[in-house]
């Protein structure tokens, strides 16, 4: 299995639970994130046999889903395209975490449409692992409600819990 991780940030608490993990960091986007799985494509480091976990951080909308929770992402679109240019990609389940439709987005508060919680990264990673033929796993620990000033975020809270969730996971 392959980890990436948008920031050192998002990787940190895995890293010292779990040192041996094979542990890759994007950058924080699409662009970045796209770059890199093309990078580790490229070079031969992900493969069709390859499992690549995407994990980081993601906002909900709303209260249904508790900061400190840690989910499964099953669905993904840009939001920020006009709708007629939306893509959605799906991918089936893999862990018995809770399964969330999400957002990507460049910034905060985008419209929420269905979806459950927001990241920045997810709609490129499932569209590469379509393309490049690799199983793509998204998981996001929740730290804050989407629109909420970054200084009320409860990083330290989710990146506990997903660094625990990442540990124990058997794909």
């Known amino acids: 299995m392959l980890y990436i991780f948008p920031t050192d940030l998002e990787a940190q608490h895995f890293r010292e639970i779990s040192p041996d993990s094979r542990v890759e960091i994007?950058?924080?986007g699409m662009v970045a994130t796209a770059?890199?799985?093309?990078?580790?494509?490229?070079?031969?480091d992900i493969t069709p046999a390859t499992i690549v976990i995407l994990a980081g951080v993601a906002g909900s909308y709303g209260e249904s889903i508790a900061v400190g929770d840690v989910?499964?992402?099953?669905?993904?679109c840009c939001a920020e395209l006009p709708s007629r240019f939306q893509v959605r990609y799906c991918v089936e389940p893999s862990t018995t975490l809770r399964n969330v439709v999400s957002n990507t987005v460049h910034s905060c508060s985008a419209m929420q449409g269905g979806a459950q919680v927001?990241?920045?990264e997810?709609?490129?990673f499932f569209a590469l692992?379509?393309?490049c033929g690799f199983r793509a796993v998204q998981i996001r620990a929740i730290s804050n409600?989407?629109?909420?000033?970054?200084?009320?975020?409860?990083l330290d809270e989710a990146l506990g819990a997903?660094?625990?969730v990442l540990q124990t996971l058997t794909l």
């Open 26 to 28: 994007s950058g924080v």
């Open 35 to 44: 770059t890199t799985i093309m990078r580790l494509v490229s070079s031969g």
């Open 71 to 76: 989910v499964e992402v099953m669905e993904e």
């Open 118 to 120: 927001e990241n920045m």
């Open 122 to 124: 997810g709609a490129a």
């Open 129 to 131: 692992a379509k393309e």
């Open 145 to 154: 409600r989407v629109g909420e000033s970054f200084e009320n975020w409860h």
């Open 162 to 164: 997903l660094a625990k």
